[in-house]
């Protein structure tokens, strides 16, 4: 379950900016003695009551402490979109490695939200050497000014930017929109697209191999899952994001192919023997169709399909169905949701092999890499996939889950079927009318001495600070870890660090935007400073997801990964004692603002992502996906 | 075959809709996409209504219309006639879809829903059976032997020499203006000096008759 975190209220009424007398950074409220840190900090061996109540309180965090009256009180972007791991941001990498702790963002940057400041405007305003779009923390020098807060490069101020929308008023920068939020989002100009927005576009690939199975239980599980898929299409047919173009096609598969013609007044079932040829399509048209002018055919497919008679062929033909897939949404891109019941068998991508012990240490990896290099070729066609395993049995899933993970999608398990078919109708309906972001890249930029040094995430990570997402979704979560350089803190004790994350994406109405989140926090050059801004859910989210990556690309084994973690609880707490000067003291002090993390490595543990056995290898799998999708994920104590 | 459909708005070049034909054999599009809004930028009231560019081994052809440009990119053998006859086609239904709309929109690709029917007129109008076609609308359409035909590339230089000449035809007025006003100054001076000379003779004649006489 997410968190929900209470921030402090921050500083209302904020007074006009200067224009000439650089603005000063109020003193972190925390105390500057370590006596009056040792009253601060927290005995975990005597004190047991962490948590306030059982179970389902909100973890508390530390929220970024205010930053002066000279920023206007919604300088920074929502903790729950953007935070950091530490409030106050080390200022040498020296600091940073005697604390211990991990620096960097937890981020959900397309995530809903209330109240969003949308700003069109002739001209988006940029630095013009780091390309940073304009945001609270920067200062105006001039009325034609303004001084970047990343690179501190003097920009031009162009002449619209001085009339403000909102209060209809002239004159005033500082009153712009993008200058009193932490997070606005632009209406692109032409120069951010492409190509022109391609139409929405939603694929359906099912595999009914299990529907004709022997065993009664097999067979009614998948009916049930089919039922459950076209109950839910047809109840979100009409509220699919996209405009009038919007077009769907649907393909099943078991042992061979079946392709639908959907733009005649009924369907028709065209079967696809060939598997291993080239990936032609049939016909040019009539596959993939517009839902607003083929509907009757698209609803009598939908409303007969868990009656269909498909072609009794045995296997599981799962790469021929990506790849035809793929050629049909070569020229649009859009979104794949892939329904798995039975491990791939015939056809390319074929799996075979023994299942392995659970226990085994590298059960997390994938067997082959042809579903990678596939979900790498999507990426580029702008096509995202979605995972949908609906089988009882064992599909392999941890070798097929590179084709979501690497393509922005989601990877979803209903082991016992016609008892779960309720939460894949409700997960399924989430899927289809969530907000859409298509043909998105991320990118985070920080300010001069800080870099971005890993990019974890359901994405595909096209450089250490650009991820290319086909689809994005709200509900991802991404963590981004940071390095401290040479350059950090030069600018001095006054001037933030700002980290600025920018997604932009083309959305349901073909209009391109950008959403721009920024997140400015004071600089420590104290150790004490360090640990008292330390924040506990960014940092469980970052290492949940740092854990599940690396297991995942096969970069480290399960018992690596858990023995990495439990060190990422004990660390800190060593670093704490040696930097207050309690070791020996008795008992085991913690700083407030990360009590709660040896808990949570605890509990994150416990989770089948990280836990030494599992009933079922797909089990873990899919944890070890959730968590890397979702950061935040980690499970509610 | 019809490779790519764009229309634009000439005021400012904003394109409003756009429909590009994805195949495995068509060329990469983006240098003629690229291509395309550069001319949107160049058009104005002036230019003719409607043009064939040669670039490369394709022809564009446009039509413009009420401060809107149609324009399409062909193989170099498609016949003209049935591609102007497409932009009239797409002309009128986006005329009669959006007209009125046009002026106020200032996001990019606003009528993108568009490119639905621009691809059933497409279909249309790339049939095999094209001499039927041919035959039907052959007389509706305007002399094409009128239009002119010119290479793209000279037409986007076109414009950047055309400004250079003027800029240098505005420096050169300026100049001789200038030169005008110095001879005229210089002349006035040398006017003044050669009478100054002869005031100055008779001055002193006239000084010296007075002190002699009249004292």
Same mark, same amino acid.
């Given at each position: 379950?997410?968190?929900?975190?209470?921030?402090?209220?921050?500083?209302? *009424?904020?007074?006009?900016?200067?224009?000439?007398?650089?603005?000063?950074?109020?003193?972190?409220?925390?105390? +500057?003695?370590?006596?009056?840190?040792?009253?601060?900090?927290?005995?975990? &061996?005597?004190?047991?009551?962490?948590?306030?109540?059982?179970?389902?309180?909100?973890? #508390?965090?530390?929220?970024?402490?205010?930053?002066?009256?000279?920023?206007?009180?919604?300088?920074?972007?929502?903790?729950?979109?953007?935070?950091?791991?530490?409030?106050?941001?080390?200022?040498?990498?020296?600091?940073?490695?005697?604390?211990?702790?991990?620096?960097?963002?937890?981020?959900?940057?397309?995530?809903?939200?209330?109240?969003?400041?949308? /700003?069109?405007?002739?001209? /988006?305003?940029?630095?013009?050497?780091?390309?940073?779009?304009?945001?609270?923390?920067?200062?105006?020098?001039?009325?034609?000014?303004?001084?970047?807060?990343?690179?501190?490069?003097?920009?031009?101020?162009?002449?619209?930017?001085?009339?403000?929308?909102?209060?209809?008023?002239?004159?005033?920068?500082?009153?712009?929109?993008?200058?009193?939020?932490?997070?606005? #989002?632009?209406?692109?100009?032409? #120069?951010?697209? $492409?190509?022109?927005?391609?139409?929405?576009?939603?694929?359906?690939?099912?595999?009914?191999?299990?529907?004709?199975?022997?065993?009664?239980?097999?067979?009614?599980?998948?009916?049930?899952?089919?039922?459950?898929?076209?109950?839910?299409?047809?109840?979100?047919?009409?509220?699919?994001?996209?405009?009038?173009?919007?077009?769907?096609?649907?393909?099943?598969?078991?042992?061979?192919?079946?392709?639908?013609? &959907?733009?005649?007044?009924?369907?028709?079932?065209?079967?696809?023997?060939?598997?291993?040829?080239?990936?032609?399509?049939?016909?040019?048209?009539?596959?993939?169709? +517009?839902?607003?002018?083929?509907?009757?055919? /698209?609803?009598?497919?939908?409303?007969?399909?868990?009656?269909?008679?498909?072609?009794?062929?045995?296997?599981?033909?799962?790469?021929?169905?990506?790849?035809?897939?793929?050629?049909?949404?070569?020229?649009?891109?859009?979104?794949?949701? &892939?329904?798995?019941?039975?491990?791939?068998?015939?056809?390319?991508?074929?799996?075979?092999?023994?299942?392995?012990?659970?226990?085994?240490?590298?059960?997390?990896?994938?067997?082959?890499?042809?579903?990678?290099?596939?979900? !790498?070729?999507?990426?580029?066609?702008?096509?995202?996939?979605?995972?949908?395993?609906?089988?009882?049995?064992?599909?392999?899933?941890?070798? $097929?889950?590179?084709?979501?993970?690497?393509?922005?999608?989601?990877?979803?398990?209903?082991?016992?079927?016609?008892?779960?078919?309720?939460?894949?109708?409700?997960?399924?309906?989430?899927?289809?009318?969530?907000? !859409?972001? !298509?043909?998105?890249?991320?990118?985070?930029?920080?300010?001069?001495?800080?870099?971005?040094?890993?990019?974890?995430?359901?994405?595909?990570?096209?450089?250490?600070?650009?991820?290319?997402?086909?689809?994005?979704?709200?509900?991802?979560?991404?963590?981004?870890?940071?390095?401290?350089?040479?350059?950090?803190?030069?600018?001095?004790?006054?001037?933030?660090?700002?980290?600025?994350?920018?997604?932009?994406?083309? *959305?349901?109405?073909?209009?391109?935007?950008?959403?721009?989140?920024?997140?400015?926090?004071?600089?420590?050059?104290?150790?004490?400073?360090?640990?008292?801004?330390?924040?506990?859910?960014?940092?469980?989210?970052?290492?949940?997801?740092?854990?599940?990556?690396?297991?995942?690309?096969?970069?480290?084994?399960?018992?690596?990964?858990?023995?990495?973690?439990?060190?990422?609880?004990?660390?800190?707490?060593?670093?704490?004692?040696?930097?207050?000067?309690?070791?020996?003291?008795?008992?085991?002090?913690?700083?407030?603002?990360?009590?709660?993390?040896? !808990?949570?490595?605890?509990?994150?543990?416990?989770?089948?992502?990280?836990?030494?056995? $599992?009933?079922?290898?797909?089990?873990?799998?899919?944890?070890?996906? #959730?968590?890397?999708?979702? $950061?935040?994920?980690?499970?509610?104590? | 075959?019809?490779?790519?459909?764009?229309?634009?708005?000439?005021?400012?070049?904003?394109?409003?809709?756009?429909?590009?034909?994805?195949?495995?054999?068509?060329?990469?599009?983006?240098?003629?996409?690229?291509?395309?809004?550069?001319?949107?930028?160049?058009?104005?009231?002036?230019?003719?209504?409607?043009?064939?560019?040669?670039?490369?081994?394709?022809?564009?052809?446009?039509?413009?219309?009420?401060?809107?440009?149609?324009?399409?990119?062909?193989? =170099?053998?498609?016949?003209?006639?049935?591609?102007?006859?497409?932009?009239?086609?797409?002309?009128?239904?986006?005329?009669?879809?959006?007209?009125? =709309?046009?002026?106020?929109?200032?996001?990019?690709?606003?009528?993108?829903?568009?490119?639905?029917?621009?691809?059933?007129?497409? =279909?249309?109008?790339?049939?095999?059976?094209?001499?039927?076609?041919?035959?039907?609308?052959?007389?509706?359409?305007?002399?094409?032997?009128?239009?002119?035909?010119?290479?793209?590339?000279?037409?986007?230089?076109?414009?950047?020499?055309?400004?250079?000449?003027?800029?240098?035809?505005?420096?050169?007025?300026?100049?001789?203006?200038?030169?005008?006003?110095?001879?005229?100054?210089?002349?006035?001076?040398?006017?003044?000096?050669?009478?100054?000379?002869?005031?100055?003779?008779?001055?002193?004649?006239?000084?010296?008759?007075?002190? =002699?006489?009249?004292?």
């Amino acid at each position: 379950m997410p968190f929900v975190a209470p921030t402090p209220p921050l500083p209302v *009424g904020p007074m006009p900016r200067q224009m000439t007398s650089p603005p000063t950074l109020q003193q972190p409220q925390w105390s +500057t003695a370590s006596a009056q840190h040792r009253e601060n900090s927290v005995n975990l &061996l005597r004190d047991r009551q962490l948590l306030r109540t059982h179970g389902s309180e909100p973890i #508390e965090t530390v929220a970024p402490p205010p930053l002066g009256h000279s920023f206007p009180a919604e300088a920074n972007c929502n903790p729950d979109v953007m935070s950091c791991t530490m409030n106050a941001v080390p200022a040498t990498a020296e600091l940073l490695r005697r604390s211990r702790l991990p620096l960097g963002l937890a981020m959900h940057p397309f995530k809903d939200l209330r109240s969003l400041a949308i /700003i069109q405007a002739n001209v /988006i305003v940029r630095c013009r050497d780091c390309r940073a779009y304009i945001n609270p923390f920067v200062r105006f020098s001039s009325q034609q000014r303004w001084r970047c807060s990343l690179c501190f490069l003097d920009n031009d101020l162009p002449e619209e930017f001085l009339y403000d929308p909102i209060s209809q008023t002239y004159g005033d920068p500082s009153r712009r929109p993008e200058i009193r939020n932490g997070t606005v #989002e632009f209406i692109a100009t032409q #120069e951010y697209s $492409v190509r022109p927005p391609p139409p929405a576009t939603y694929i359906l690939a099912l595999d009914v191999s299990q529907v004709l199975s022997p065993d009664p239980a097999v067979a009614k599980s998948a009916t049930a899952y089919l039922t459950a898929v076209s109950q839910t299409l047809l109840r979100c047919l009409d509220r699919l994001p996209g405009d009038t173009r919007t077009q769907l096609a649907v393909i099943t598969f078991n042992g061979v192919l079946h392709l639908y013609k &959907l733009d005649g007044p009924r369907p028709s079932l065209l079967a696809m023997p060939d598997l291993d040829g080239d990936s032609d399509l049939p016909m040019p048209e009539g596959l993939l169709v +517009t839902v607003a002018e083929c509907r009757d055919a /698209i609803v009598e497919l939908l409303e007969s399909l868990p009656e269909l008679e498909f072609p009794a062929v045995p296997g599981c033909c799962l790469g021929s169905a990506l790849a035809i897939a793929h050629r049909l949404a070569q020229s649009s891109g859009g979104r794949l949701l &892939l329904f798995l019941a039975s491990r791939p068998s015939v056809g390319p991508g074929a799996l075979s092999g023994p299942a392995g012990s659970d226990s085994d240490d590298l059960a997390g990896q994938p067997a082959t890499d042809y579903y990678k290099r596939l979900a !790498l070729d999507c990426c580029s066609a702008q096509l995202s996939v979605d995972l949908f395993c609906v089988g009882p049995g064992h599909t392999d899933l941890a070798s $097929v889950m590179p084709i979501a993970v690497y393509s922005s999608g989601r990877v979803h398990r209903y082991p016992h079927l016609p008892d779960d078919a309720d939460r894949l109708a409700s997960d399924l309906g989430r899927h289809l009318t969530r907000k !859409l972001g !298509l043909e998105a890249v991320l990118r985070v930029r920080c300010s001069n001495g800080y870099s971005v040094a890993a990019f974890y995430g359901s994405c595909f990570v096209r450089a250490t600070d650009l991820a290319a997402l086909p689809c994005a979704s709200p509900d991802a979560g991404f963590a981004i870890q940071l390095a401290v350089g040479d350059g950090a803190g030069t600018a001095g004790a006054s001037e933030p660090v700002v980290f600025q994350a920018a997604l932009l994406y083309t *959305g349901r109405k073909g209009e391109r935007r950008i959403r721009v989140h920024t997140l400015g926090l004071p600089v420590a050059t104290r150790i004490e400073d360090v640990f008292a801004g330390s924040d506990q859910r960014a940092i469980i989210g970052l290492l949940a997801q740092i854990g599940a990556e690396r297991i995942i690309t096969g970069a480290s084994r399960l018992s690596d990964s858990r023995d990495a973690l439990v060190n990422a609880a004990a660390d800190p707490l060593a670093a704490y004692a040696r930097a207050t000067g309690q070791r020996g003291a008795g008992g085991l002090w913690s700083p407030p603002g990360i009590r709660l993390l040896p !808990l949570l490595i605890l509990a994150l543990l416990k989770w089948p992502a990280f836990r030494p056995s $599992v009933g079922q290898l797909d089990e873990r799998a899919a944890a070890l996906a #959730e968590v890397n999708f979702f $950061v935040g994920a980690a499970p509610v104590i | 075959m019809i490779l790519l459909t764009m229309i634009a708005r000439i005021t400012d070049g904003l394109p409003l809709a756009a429909s590009l034909q994805e195949e495995d054999r068509a060329p990469n599009l983006q240098e003629y996409q690229s291509k395309a809004k550069q001319l949107f930028r160049r058009l104005n009231v002036s230019s003719p209504s409607r043009c064939s560019l040669e670039s490369g081994p394709y022809i564009f052809h446009y039509l413009m219309d009420r401060g809107i440009c149609y324009l399409i990119l062909v193989e =170099k053998n498609f016949s003209k006639r049935l591609a102007f006859a497409f932009l009239d086609d797409i002309q009128a239904e986006f005329v009669n879809q959006y007209g009125a =709309k046009v002026e106020s929109v200032t996001r990019p690709y606003h009528f993108i829903e568009f490119e639905q029917y621009i691809k059933k007129a497409r =279909k249309n109008y790339t049939d095999s059976r094209a001499s039927r076609n041919l035959s039907q609308i052959g007389v509706e359409l305007q002399d094409v032997q009128r239009i002119m035909v010119e290479n793209m590339d000279e037409v986007l230089a076109r414009g950047e020499s055309l400004t250079a000449l003027d800029d240098k035809a505005s420096h050169l007025s300026s100049l001789s203006k200038k030169y005008r006003d110095d001879a005229a100054y210089l002349n006035l001076r040398s006017v003044y000096a050669k009478y100054a000379v002869f005031c100055i003779v008779l001055l002193l004649l006239f000084a010296y008759v007075y002190f =002699k006489f009249l004292w």
